[in-house]
């Protein structure tokens, strides 16, 4: 009996902990992007899941996040830089594309690629 109660409590917390760490996993999820690099932004936020595609439709975090070497090799892994504005700036810098630029290219790209998820401004912009 007292060995059950403890079985019990152990789920029990493991329950919880499980709860409270989805519950924060699930708050962090990206699911809009407005960047306040845009001062004064000509559209509404960008609908963008970002679960759906890396979890759901399992693809490549390398399909979006780059850091690339000196030999052009993409070196990113999930410790490193992760906003693109880090990087890609409002007004071209050389020839790294500017931020909306970046975000279009990599989005639409894809989405014209693979003919799945929005290509219209009021699909991703909605008001
Ligand atoms: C379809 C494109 C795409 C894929 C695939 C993707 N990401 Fe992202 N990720 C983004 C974008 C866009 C942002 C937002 C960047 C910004 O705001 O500048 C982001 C933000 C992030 C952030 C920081 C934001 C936060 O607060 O959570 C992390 C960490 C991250 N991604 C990790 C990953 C990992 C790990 C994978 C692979 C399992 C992955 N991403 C796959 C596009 C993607
Ligand atoms: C650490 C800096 C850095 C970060 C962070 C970064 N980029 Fe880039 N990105 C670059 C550089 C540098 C290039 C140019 C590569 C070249 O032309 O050789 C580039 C190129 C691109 C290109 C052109 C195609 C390609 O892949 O080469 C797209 C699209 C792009 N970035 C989108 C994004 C998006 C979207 C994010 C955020 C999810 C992002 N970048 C984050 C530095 C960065
Ligand atoms: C490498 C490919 C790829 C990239 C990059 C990508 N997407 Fe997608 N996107 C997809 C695919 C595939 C789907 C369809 C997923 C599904 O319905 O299973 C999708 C679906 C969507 C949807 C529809 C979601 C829904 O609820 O049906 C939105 C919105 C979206 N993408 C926004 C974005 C934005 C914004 C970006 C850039 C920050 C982006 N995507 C970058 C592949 C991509
Ligand atoms: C596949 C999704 C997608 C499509 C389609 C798309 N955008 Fe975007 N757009 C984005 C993302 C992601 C950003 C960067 C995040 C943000 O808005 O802060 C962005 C940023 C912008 C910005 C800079 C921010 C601002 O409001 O000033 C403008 C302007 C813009 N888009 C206009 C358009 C127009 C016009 C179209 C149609 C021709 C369009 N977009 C289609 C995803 C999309």
């Known amino acids: 009996m007292k060995k059950n109660k403890t079985v019990l409590f152990v789920t029990a917390t493991v329950l919880a902990f499980l709860f409270i760490l989805g519950a924060a996993y699930a708050q962090d999820d990206i699911t809009l992007l407005k960047h306040d690099a845009f ?3 000509e559209r509404p936020a960008a609908v963008f899941p970002h ?3 890396a979890d759901e439709a399992g693809i490549d975090c390398l399909e979006c996040h780059h850091i690339y070497d ?3 090799e993409n070196i990113w892994d999930d410790s490193s830089e992760s906003e693109c504005a880090e990087c890609h700036k409002v007004e071209a ?5 500017p931020l909306m630029k970046a975000f279009h290219a990599n989005c639409k790209g894809c989405h ?3 003919n799945k998820g929005p290509l219209t401004c009021g699909e991703c912009h909605p008001k």
Do not use: F, M, T, Y
């Not at 810098?93 to 594309?97: I, N, R, T, Y």
């Open 93 to 97: 810098e050389g020839k790294v594309l």
């Open 39 to 41: 001062i004064e932004r």
């Open 70 to 72: 000196e030999a052009g």
């Open 112 to 114: 014209e690629k693979e």
């Open 51 to 53: 679960s759906l595609h």
